[in-house]
């Protein structure tokens, strides 16, 4: 799910650890964010909050896990980011 509320964006993620690379996709509504880190001790909640700061070329402070902390299905939100914003950015990036 994404949706937008106040300048707020929600997405819900499926963080995949330990991949060979990042990168982020949209796969339903849901957003497959693939890093390297491995799921220890929030090396993985770090390391999907750099991805999507980059990816969106936005600044990490700006990325909160709400939901998920120690979960590969997690929600986050994105501050001063519109929905539009969000799919413009990600669809850059898959190119």
């Given amino acids: 799910m994404i949706s937008e509320k106040n300048k707020v964006l929600t997405v819900d993620i499926k963080a995949v650890p330990r991949s060979k690379h990042t990168s982020a996709e949209l796969a339903g509504e849901t957003v497959v ?53 969000f799919m413009t950015r990600l669809a850059q990036a898959n190119r």
């Fill in 33 to 85: 964010v693939r890093i390297t880190a491995p799921p220890v001790d929030g090396k993985a909640n770090d390391a999907v909050a750099v991805a999507l700061s980059e990816i969106l070329g936005i600044p990490k402070r700006d990325i909160t896990i709400m939901r998920g902390q120690t979960s590969r299905n997690k929600t986050i939100e994105i501050e001063g980011f519109t929905k539009d914003e």
